[in-house]
Nanobody, 116 residues
């Protein structure tokens, strides 16, 4: 079992920045990929950014150049630095982890609201 806990969400003005954190615990040795998804109000959950099993990164086109995913292996934590935030970035952001056998884990989510 893997437990994921997100933090760092909140209210920010357009053009502002936030950093989300996702702390993993439990059977972390089994994790092959980790990433961030988001679910805007009334819409489906979508990929924001993720590390692949090979260690490279994938970003949604809508966040390229503005968001950066990073990790601290010593702390078992993945971060999402979000800059130049737009109102359309408003969503609940979820941390995701996948094991080698395809088992998926999700955090409870953290709300990011971009509004003036």
């Amino acid at each position: 079992q893997v437990q994921l806990v997100e933090s760092g969400g909140g209210l920010v003005q357009p053009g502002g920045s936030l950093r989300l954190s996702c702390a993993a615990s439990g059977s972390i040795f089994s994790i092959t990929t980790m990433g961030w998804y988001r679910q805007p109000p009334g819409k489906q959950r979508e990929l924001v950014a993720a590390f692949t099993s090979g260690g490279s990164t994938n970003y949604a086109d809508s966040v390229k150049g503005r968001f950066t995913i990073s990790r601290d292996n010593a702390l078992n934590t993945v971060y999402l630095q979000m800059n130049s935030l737009k109102p359309e970035d408003t969503a609940v952001y979820y941390c995701n982890a996948e094991e080698g056998d395809g088992q998926l884990y999700w955090g409870k989510g953290t709300l990011v609201t971009v509004s003036s």
